[in-house]
């Protein structure tokens, strides 16, 4: 992806993994890569879309679905797949761009994947010598429409639990198998999926802010472990993988998602007023005005606003035009890429509530609070709307590795002083659970916590062990 902020890496809070859609009606294609647009906020390395009309056709490209997309190519056929893409396994490659097409003994299946397989690796060596197949990229979703297409089964349900049954980790699929769509979701329900209606047929993707685009309404969430498949007369019942603990991703609802998406029916943008409204009454501050660090920390200030009384205002203006590079630029590089972001409206004798989502690895809060300072702020008073992030994330977020989290270098007043607010606090884990209605057995909370999904947990040292010698090599 590129991050939601458009800015370098460094800049970076956390990085998306991907979007994916899939499509049945008339012009398929053309209305999966719309669709492609409104997920464009989780992922921006490479874009791609697969249809079928008897027949395969797959475009697909490194950029923004705008460019991939400006050549207009032919995609016929009334069923399509889509998939925006941030590496968090593989490299940033024109060969990793999804979606993936596979020959099976069922017919030519095309695969889009969001989320991490964590044993990617030792399935890619196993596919290799056993089946003697070749992989033509270094993605885990090429691993898992391999998977597909040797699994033994005469049904969807049947191969997606053989699959299902040795890949760790988490994943949302949108596949095209011929003219039939299938969407599923891993039993964990770590990442999102939702089915759409439109006017002449139904869609699936990883968030309810696509189907709008397409003028079609939502109809339901995807569930934790759920297949769902879409034929000529619309969805068919799939079935059901084996259940796990569910462990929803809590950073879909503080960062990822796009506000005016829908999980389990309620809003994105509410739910963020709500982490807003849970920090103000855990912390409230010393404060004549809350303002947002947009676009991602606007919500949570309206609703920080809500609990403590204090007017909300307009702070920071955001540069949208702003591009993206991957380079590393040092600390005062960094400070004009914010400049370049974000300019400040006269805050004059104000002392300012300044809510952000997160701190990742903190080297961009100072330069923010600097620039609020610079516009006459009297007090700066800084209020996070996630815990703490202590760990990192193997199930599809790029965030930091651990010793880069600043979190587990610094305790909150430390950190104010490094970023020289007159104080910081976060969120608690509690307060973030109430707000978005979650519990510690449905939601994951890792990166706050340490406490992976059993199964991510049970993994762990075997993937450390192959980073080991995937090092030494
Ligand atoms: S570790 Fe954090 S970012 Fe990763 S899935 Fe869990 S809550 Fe989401």
Same mark, same amino acid.
Request: glycine share 10%; with cysteine; net charge negative.
């Given at each position: 992806m590129t991050h939601k902020d458009g800015l370098d890496t460094s800049q970076q809070k956390v990085k998306d993994e991907c979007g994916v859609i899939a499509v049945h009606a008339p012009e398929a294609g053309k209305l999966a890569v719309l669709g492609l647009h409104a997920l464009q906020h989780r992922g921006q390395e490479s874009a791609g879309v697969a249809t079928f009309d008897g027949a395969v056709h797959l475009h697909k490209a490194m950029g923004l679905v705008e460019s991939v997309f400006a050549c207009d190519p032919s995609l016929p056929g009334s069923w399509a797949i889509g998939h925006n893409r941030y590496s968090t396994t593989g490299s940033s490659t024109a060969v990793n761009a999804g979606p993936f097409e596979v020959a099976s003994r069922f017919g030519p299946l095309v695969l889009a994947h969001n989320g991490n397989i964590l044993n990617a690796p030792i399935l890619r060596g196993w596919l290799a010598d056993s089946f003697n197949l070749t992989l033509? %990229? $270094? %993605?885990d979703s090429e691993v898992l429409a391999l998977l597909l297409s040797v699994? &033994? #089964? $005469?049904s969807w349900i049947e191969r997606l639990q053989w699959m299902a049954d040795r890949v760790i980790g988490s994943y949302s699929l949108v596949l095209l198998a011929g003219d039939r769509l299938i969407g599923v979701r891993d039993p964990m329900g770590n990442r999102p999926l939702a089915m759409g209606r439109i006017a002449e047929g139904w869609v699936l993707a990883s968030? %309810?802010?696509?189907f709008s685009l397409l003028g079609g309404i939502p109809v339901r969430d995807v569930q934790p472990g759920e297949v769902v498949e879409i034929g000529q007369d619309g969805p068919i019942p799939g079935g059901w993988l084996t259940p796990a603990r569910h462990a929803f991703c809590a950073f879909e609802h503080i960062y990822?998602?796009? &506000? $005016?998406t829908l999980f389990a029916g309620r809003a994105v943008h509410a739910v963020r007023r709500a982490i807003g409204e849970e920090l103000g009454r855990e912390h409230p501050a010393p404060a004549d005005l809350v303002i947002g660090v947009p676009d991602s920390g606007t919500s949570a200030a309206l609703g920080f606003s809500t609990s403590t009384g204090i007017p909300f205002g307009e702070g920071l203006i955001k540069n949208r035009y702003v591009g993206r590079t991957f380079i590393q630029p040092a600390q005062a590089e960094r400070e004009r890429l914010i400049r370049m972001k974000f300019g400040a409206l006269p805050l004059k004798g104000k002392r300012i509530a300044l809510v952000d989502d997160s701190i990742v690895r903190g080297n961009t809060l100072r330069p923010i609070v600097a620039l609020v300072r610079e516009a006459g702020a009297s007090e700066v008073h800084v209020r996070v709307a996630s815990p703490p992030l202590t760990d990192p994330c193997y199930l599809g977020v790029d965030m930091a590795r651990k010793d880069e989290l600043i979190a587990n270098r610094m305790g909150e007043d430390e950190l104010a002083a490094h970023t020289t607010a007159d104080s910081l606090r976060h969120i608690s884990v509690d307060g973030l659970l109430r707000a978005i209605r979650g519990t510690r057995d449905d939601t994951c909370l890792a990166c706050f916590? #340490?406490?992976?999904p059993p199964a991510v947990q049970a993994a762990l040292p075997a993937r450390a062990e192959a980073e080991e010698m995937e090092m030494a090599r």
């Open positions: 033509h %990229s $270094d %993605s699994a &033994p #089964g $005469d968030e %309810s802010c696509a990822i998602a796009r &506000p $005016d916590t #340490g406490r992976y």
